[in-house]
């Protein structure tokens, strides 16, 4: 089998199967199918796979045009027909992890997807998940799923192993081209083949590692360590606000030291799929083993609460100015939750706004990248246009994001008080209405 794979690797003829195809699934779709592996993407919302199959891209790291010229010539697809993979040879699986209501991981998608592909797994097939989740999970849960529907054996009949995708969207430097990946396999034969498929197609290194548990454990270290430097960094700017000291000015000073610091900075939260989460996979299992990851578990404690944080900040700014937050008219700028993205997966922006609404605010928000969101079961909606006007006309603006398409000078401009928790005004020199975070 391992021969046989490596072969149909090097001659092209692997056909690749992708399901999700959401911020992660798509782009993985898209550069399988540019290099030269004919790709079926699935997905069970049917408008997703309408737009893919018009060569209609609605992913902001894939380029529009890729996407249509490989749906024009054949090489990628997608459909809502779970069947397709007794067509394919490589199988990724990139469908959300999210947290349930008692912030325990909810892997429900990750276990109903590897129960259909147990209905049709054939012979001498990869299967690889994507999706980040405790330790554990690739052999605990995914390999008996496979093993019991599809009557295979792993190692033997089929390879598994987890590659966790390491995307970072809006970066305009690594993309999933050329972003390094990690591959842990059940078996050595299994990492081999799965490496050598992904070396295949993207530029960036493959690291080989002794295990699924070890791949797992170490996507979750990565967000783990940007989850506790911004929360410490979170917490001595809270500090320095006492203090009467700028963290900005500490932060920047303290990285012209060339080794043993890295620069994080405060804001008004964590957001994304990733950061804000992993550490509650890995805190969960390690309860398992009867272990509390304290200082984990105290970051988040940190980085939760600081959109609550914020909004006290906005209630002390407002004070000084006269004026009671119950029945101010508060304008949030951006509720994506980073920079020059339309991506507001766990954005902390919308818990601000959900603070600032306990507290009588009238909210609206402005986002050039956002201009309507789903939240809370509601629909919210930007401001059609960012104006003078429209700042002059509340007491507060509140900057939440720092999208470099909004004219903060204008802002400045125009507004009675800004309270920026991002610095994105820092080299506006005219600042006797701006605070920072």
């Avoid at 699935?42 to 737009?51: G, L, N, P």
């Avoid at 054939?122 to 299967?127: D, G, R, S």
Wanted: hydrophobic residues 40%; glycine residues 6%.
């Amino acid at each position: 089998m391992k021969k046989k794979l490596l072969k149909k690797i090097t001659e092209r003829s692997i056909r690749v199967g992708v399901v999700g195809m959401g911020y992660v699934g798509l782009p993985l779709a898209v550069e399988k199918a540019k290099a030269g592996f004919e790709t079926i993407g699935f997905d069970v919302q049917q408008a997703k796979v309408d737009m893919v199959n018009a060569g209609h891209n609605y992913i902001g790291d894939v380029v529009d045009s890729d996407l249509a010229a490989l749906v024009k010539v054949g090489k990628l697809r997608a459909t809502t027909d779970f069947s397709f993979i007794k067509d394919v040879d490589f199988i990724a699986i990139c469908v959300p992890t999210p947290l349930d209501a008692h912030q325990e991981p909810d892997i429900r998608y990750v276990r109903d997807s590897a129960t259909e592909v147990a209905k049709y797994l054939k012979p001498e097939t990869m299967v690889v998940l994507e999706s980040t989740t405790y330790p554990g999970t690739t052999e605990e849960l995914i390999k008996p799923i496979l093993e019991k529907g599809s009557g295979l054996v792993c190692g033997k009949d089929f390879y598994l192993g987890i590659s966790p995708e390491r995307v970072d969207p809006g970066n305009l430097i690594y993309k999933t081209k050329n972003t390094p990946k990690v591959v842990g396999g059940v078996g050595k034969d299994a990492t081999e083949v799965i490496a050598a498929m992904y070396r295949a197609v993207l530029e960036g290194d493959v690291k080989e590692v002794s295990s699924p548990a070890v791949a797992e454990m170490e996507k979750i270290l990565e967000n783990t360590y940007r989850n506790i430097n911004i929360g410490l960094v979170n917490e001595l700017a809270r500090l320095c606000n006492k203090m009467s000291i700028s963290i900005w000015e500490v932060v920047d000073a303290a990285k012209t030291k060339p080794y043993g610091f890295q620069a994080f900075y405060p804001g008004p939260g964590l957001g994304g799929h990733c950061i804000p989460l992993d550490p509650y996979y890995l805190t969960w299992k390690a309860r398992e083993y009867g272990f509390h990851t304290t200082l984990i578990e105290n970051s988040m404690v940190i980085n939760d609460s600081q959109p609550e944080y914020c909004v006290e900040r906005a209630m002390h700014i407002l004070n000084r100015h006269k004026k009671a937050i119950n029945g101010a008219k508060v304008l949030v700028l951006g509720v994506a939750y980073k920079q020059d993205i339309d991506d507001y997966r766990e954005s902390p922006a919308l818990r601000v706004i959900d603070e600032l609404n306990k507290v009588g605010a009238e909210v609206s928000y402005f986002d050039p990248w956002v201009p309507q969101c789903r939240h809370a079961g509601k629909v919210l909606h930007s401001i059609p246009m960012l104006t003078p006007k429209a700042v002059r006309d509340v007491d507060l603006v509140m900057v939440t994001c720092a999208h470099t398409n909004v004219d903060y000078a204008m802002v400045q401009q125009n507004a009675k008080v800004i309270f920026d928790t991002k610095n994105v005004m820092k080299h506006i020199s005219e600042r006797e209405n701006i605070e920072v975070l």
